[in-house]
Structure formats: structure tokens, C-alpha cells
């Protein structure tokens, strides 16, 4: 592997991403071998999707019980509703997109705004234009249940780029990913791609609204084609949520400030979310193994 080929390699030798990226693929690989995994992997997707979609749909302003989420089948209701419900269209159709991801990544991220935003929305499935504002992306504050919280007040995100300048970053990442496509296998992880997509996708703010679950929806897509969870049972969001969101935003304004060491605690920030996402799956795993599912 030579960085001239693969802009972001760099990155992935960062201060601790290669112990964060090593940890996360020990653990992604142990969870694969579990004994439940030969017999009921397609529910072990299934609940890693209902566990995502839930800890995304919180992280955007609806922290309703998973109990709650599975019950329901009206998500229309009021916002919070419709933001659960927004979450588990995303969750349920992002397998299907793999394949467009690859050759097409602008053209899924459309389809996902789509998703979310429903058939109603004017503006679904298409960018941000001149005027328009993107919604916040952390409405709600979500308290931290792993993990250290922040010392001190974390600052405020900057706004996102005017919709012109969003437009042509996106188009560059757009670019960068289908140039990885046509690659030979290998290069730079998956965890750092798909962590370098979600950041990018956060920091433009694409569209006018519902870009927090569209990023990392976008993420699931990426571990998945890149194949560090080719089953999707990896659900980072739940990692996500459970770290909080006071540290989700100190970990992306260190991405957005653009230095090594903001770069690096944004990486490391992506692998523990995802590395609890492994522990959630494991945890499903034993409980079916134990009959309880």
C-alpha cells in the first residue's frame, strides 16, 4: 500500500487508529465465529437493524425504548414518530444499496435522504440550495452511559458550507469512493472510510434536514461494502448513543478543526462507538444461545 494511491491512508496511521482499528476487527472477528452465527445470522441482522435504527433515531432527538420501537407500527403520528420511523426505513433498505454505493455513492445518499424524509417533503432527496439551512443535528442532548464525558462545556458545531461549496465537497468524496471501488482489495480500512464518510457527511450537512441519520446510515452502508461487517450486524449507532452526544460532538468538532490530533480522536471516537455496537450484537447472540430470544 503506498499513500500516493489511496489519499486516505494517512490517516489511518494516526496517533492510536491502528490500536483502535486492530481492537475493533479482533472483536468484529470474534463475534462472527460465535456458535449463533452458523445457524441465525439473518436475525442476528435483523435485531443489529432494529438496535441501529432505534440509538440513531435517539441520537437525532427520539430516545424511545426498544420495546417501544418494536411495538409500534404507526410512525406518523408526531415528529419523534416520524423521526423512529425515518430511522428503520433507513436501517431496513440500506443492504439493498450496496451495490450502487459502490459505483454510485451521490445517488444513495439521495435515496436515503428520500427515505427519511418521506414522499411528502419537497425537498426530499435533493441538496440543500441557496437560502435553505440544514436542521441541527443534535436536537436533543442523550447522556452518556459508557465512556467519560467530556471535561468542560464542548462547543458549539460550526454551520455547515453554503450549499455550492457542500455541493463540490461532496462531489470530491463522491470521487475519492468510487476511485476506491476500482481499486484491488486492502488499503486503507474499512473503519476509517466509512468514519472519514460519516465525519464528511456531518460537517457539510447535505440536505436540509435528517443528515445525522443519513450519516450514519451511510457509515452502516460503508463498513458493510467494505467488508468489515459484510452481515450488518455490527450496529455502531447503539455505541453512538451510548457514548453520549456531548461526546459525539467534542469528537467531531476535533474532525472538523482538521488536525492530526482532531482527526485522530474522531477515528478513535467512530471504533469505540462500533466497538460497543460488537458488544450489543454479542450480548444478542448469547441471549439467543441461551434461549431468551
Given at each position: 500500500?503506498?499513500?500516493?494511491?489511496?489519499?486516505?491512508?494517512?490517516?489511518?496511521?494516526?496517533?492510536?487508529?491502528?490500536e483502535a482499528?486492530?481492537?475493533?476487527?479482533?472483536?468484529?472477528?470474534?463475534?462472527?465465529?460465535?456458535?449463533?452465527?452458523r445457524?441465525?445470522?439473518?436475525?442476528?441482522?435483523?435485531?443489529s437493524?432494529?438496535?441501529?435504527?432505534?440509538?440513531?433515531?435517539?441520537?437525532?432527538?427520539?430516545?424511545?425504548?426498544?420495546?417501544?420501537?418494536?411495538?409500534?407500527t404507526?410512525?406518523?403520528?408526531?415528529?419523534?414518530?416520524?423521526?423512529?420511523?425515518?430511522?428503520?426505513?433507513?436501517?431496513a433498505?440500506?443492504?439493498?444499496?450496496?451495490?450502487?454505493?459502490?459505483?454510485?455513492?451521490?445517488?444513495?445518499?439521495?435515496?436515503?435522504?428520500?427515505?427519511?424524509?418521506?414522499?411528502?417533503d419537497?425537498a426530499?432527496?435533493r441538496?440543500?440550495?441557496?437560502?435553505?439551512?440544514?436542521?441541527?443535528?443534535?436536537?436533543?442532548?442523550v447522556?452518556?452511559?459508557?465512556?467519560?464525558?467530556?471535561?468542560?462545556?464542548?462547543?458549539e458545531?460550526?454551520p455547515?458550507?453554503?450549499?455550492?461549496?457542500?455541493?463540490?465537497?461532496?462531489?470530491?468524496?463522491?470521487?475519492?469512493?468510487?476511485?476506491?471501488?476500482?481499486?484491488?482489495?486492502?488499503?486503507?480500512?474499512?473503519?476509517?472510510?466509512?468514519?472519514?464518510?460519516?465525519?464528511?457527511?456531518?460537517?457539510?450537512?447535505?440536505?436540509?434536514?435528517?443528515?445525522?441519520?443519513?450519516?450514519?446510515?451511510a457509515?452502516?452502508?460503508?463498513?458493510?461494502?467494505?467488508?468489515?461487517?459484510?452481515?450488518?450486524?455490527c450496529?455502531?449507532?447503539?455505541?453512538?448513543?451510548?457514548?453520549?452526544?456531548?461526546?459525539?460532538?467534542?469528537?467531531?468538532?476535533?474532525?472538523?478543526e482538521?488536525?492530526?490530533?482532531g482527526?485522530?480522536?474522531?477515528?478513535?471516537h467512530?471504533?469505540?462507538?462500533?466497538?460497543?455496537?460488537v458488544?450489543?450484537?454479542?450480548?444478542?447472540?448469547?441471549?439467543?444461545?441461551?434461549g431468551?430470544?
Amino acid at each position: 500500500m503506498t499513500t500516493g494511491t489511496d489519499p486516505l491512508a494517512p490517516l489511518a496511521q494516526l496517533a492510536g487508529v491502528p490500536e483502535a482499528v486492530a481492537e475493533v476487527r479482533k472483536n468484529v472477528d470474534r463475534l462472527y465465529g460465535h456458535r449463533v452465527m452458523r445457524r441465525r445470522a439473518g436475525e442476528v441482522t435483523s435485531e443489529s437493524a432494529l438496535r441501529g435504527a432505534r440509538a440513531s433515531a435517539a441520537l437525532d432527538g427520539a430516545d424511545w425504548p426498544l420495546e417501544e420501537v418494536r411495538r409500534r407500527t404507526d410512525f406518523g403520528a408526531d415528529p419523534e414518530a416520524r423521526t423512529v420511523g425515518a430511522a428503520l426505513r433507513l436501517s431496513a433498505e440500506a443492504g439493498q444499496l450496496l451495490s450502487v454505493w459502490r459505483t454510485s455513492p451521490l445517488q444513495v445518499l439521495a435515496r436515503l435522504h428520500l427515505l427519511a424524509a418521506g414522499d411528502g417533503d419537497p425537498a426530499a432527496g435533493r441538496p440543500r440550495q441557496g437560502g435553505e439551512e440544514a436542521a441541527p443535528l443534535f436536537p436533543k442532548e442523550v447522556a452518556a452511559t459508557e465512556g467519560e464525558a467530556p471535561a468542560g462545556p464542548v462547543g458549539e458545531l460550526p454551520p455547515p458550507p453554503p450549499p455550492a461549496e457542500a455541493a463540490a465537497r461532496l462531489d470530491q468524496l463522491a470521487g475519492l469512493l468510487a476511485a476506491r471501488a476500482e481499486r484491488p482489495t486492502g488499503g486503507t480500512p474499512a473503519l476509517v472510510v466509512a468514519a472519514v464518510v460519516h465525519g464528511e457527511l456531518l460537517a457539510l450537512r447535505p440536505f436540509g434536514s435528517h443528515n445525522g441519520l443519513v450519516a450514519r446510515a451511510a457509515q452502516r452502508i460503508v463498513l458493510t461494502a467494505e467488508g468489515l461487517d459484510p452481515k450488518a450486524i455490527c450496529p455502531a449507532e447503539v455505541g453512538l448513543a451510548e457514548l453520549g452526544t456531548a461526546a459525539y460532538r467534542r469528537a467531531l468538532l476535533g474532525y472538523l478543526e482538521g488536525t492530526p490530533e482532531g482527526v485522530s480522536r474522531w477515528l478513535v471516537h467512530c471504533a469505540t462507538g462500533l466497538g460497543l455496537g460488537v458488544r450489543e450484537s454479542t450480548a444478542v447472540c448469547e441471549a439467543m444461545q441461551r434461549g431468551m430470544v
